[in-house]
C-alpha cells in the first residue's frame, strides 16, 4: 500500500483524487460526455448532416429560445423558486408583438419597449404575490395561475388565429446574421477578452499569494479557445445567427449577476437556508421581486426573438417550454431545492436538450418519441447527479 502511495504521490496525484469514485468524475463532465456520445450518434445516424455547420448554426438558433428561458429559470430554481408561466408569458408577447406590427403598423423598436415594460409588470405581478406570501415554493401555485391567465389572454388578443406579417426588421432579431467579416472579427475580440480576463486574474491571485492551479488555468483557456473553434465553425455558414447572439449576451450577463454581485449571492443563500438568510439581515421579499422582474424581462425578450424567428405568431406556441427550460436547468447541475445552479450550467443543458430535439427532427422520429427520449435522458442525468453526490458524502 506504501508502495501505491509514494506512486501517486510521485506522479502528481492524491491519495484524495485516487479515491474519487468513478461516478463522480463522469458527474463533472457529464453534460460534455453527453453530448460527445449525442453528436456521434446523430452524425452516424444522418451520415454527417448533423454534423454540418449549416444544421450546428440551425440547432444554435432553435436552441436560443430555450437558452433565453433557461436563463431565467435557472435564477427561480437557485432562490428555491419556479416559474411555470414561461411558455405563456413568451406567447403573450410575441402575441402582443405581432399584433401590434400587422394589425396597427407599429414600428419594431415601440413595439419592444411596449413588450419590455409589459415584461416587467408581469414580473413584478408575480414578485408582489409570491413575496407577499413570503414561503418556498410559492411561485408555484402563482405562476400556475399566470400560465393559464397569460395564455388565455393571448389567445383573447389574438383571436386564437395565427397572426402575421410581422415587421422585417423585427424578423431579423429572430431569424437574422451577422456578415461573416463583422462575426469574425466580433469572435475573436470576444475570445481575445475572456483569455486576457482570465490570465491577468491568474497573475493577480499569483501577487496576492494564492494562484491558480497551472492545470486549471490551461483548461479554462482550453475551454474557450474550443468554444471560438466551434462558434467558427457555425459562422462559416452563413455569419453569426443574432438571435445566438442575444443568447450569449444575456448569458454573460445575468452569469455576472448570479456570481459576481450582492443580488446573486443573497439568491444562493435564500435558496441553500431561506431561515438563515433571513435572520442574518437579507431582504428575502425585496430579491423575491427583483428575480421575479428580471424573469419578467427575459420573458419579454425571449418572446420578441420568438416571433421573430418564427415570423408570426400561434396560439400555441411556447407550449412546453417552461417543462423544457425546467429539465435543461436540472440536466445543468441545478436543484430543485434551491442553492445550487450556475447560468453557464443552465444554458448547456438547454444545448443538450436542443440537441436531442434537432438530431431526433433531422432523423424524422415522432414527436411522440421525442418526448420519450428526453425523459430518458432527464431520469438517467438526474440519477447519476444523485449517486455521485451520495458516494461524494
Known sequence: MGVGVEAMQKSGKSVEQAKV???VRVRAYMMVITLIVLWFLFGVLTEGTY???RNMSLLLRQVSILGIASIGMVMMLIMAQIDLSVGSTFALFAGVAAILEAYHAWGTLPVILLCLGGGLLVGAIHGFIVGWLNRPFAAFPVTLGGWMAWRGLEN?????IVVSPINPSHEFLGSGYLSKPLSFALLGAVALIFVAAVLRTAIVQKRQGYARSPKRLIRTVAVIVVFALFMAYVISFHGMPVPVLITLTLGGVFHFITQKTSFGRQLYAIGGNREAAHFSGINIRRNTMLAFLLMGLLSAIGGLVFVGRLGVAEPQMGTYLEMDAIAACVIGGAAMLGGQGTVVGALLGAFVI??????????AVSSFWRFVVKGLVLVAVVYVDVTAKRLQK
Open 21 to 23: 469514485p468513478f461516478i
Open 51 to 53: 454534423l454540418s455547420s
Open 156 to 160: 383573447l388578443l389574438s383571436g386564437g
Open 354 to 363: 436542443g440537441s436531442l430535439d434537432n438530431g431526433m427532427s433531422v432523423l
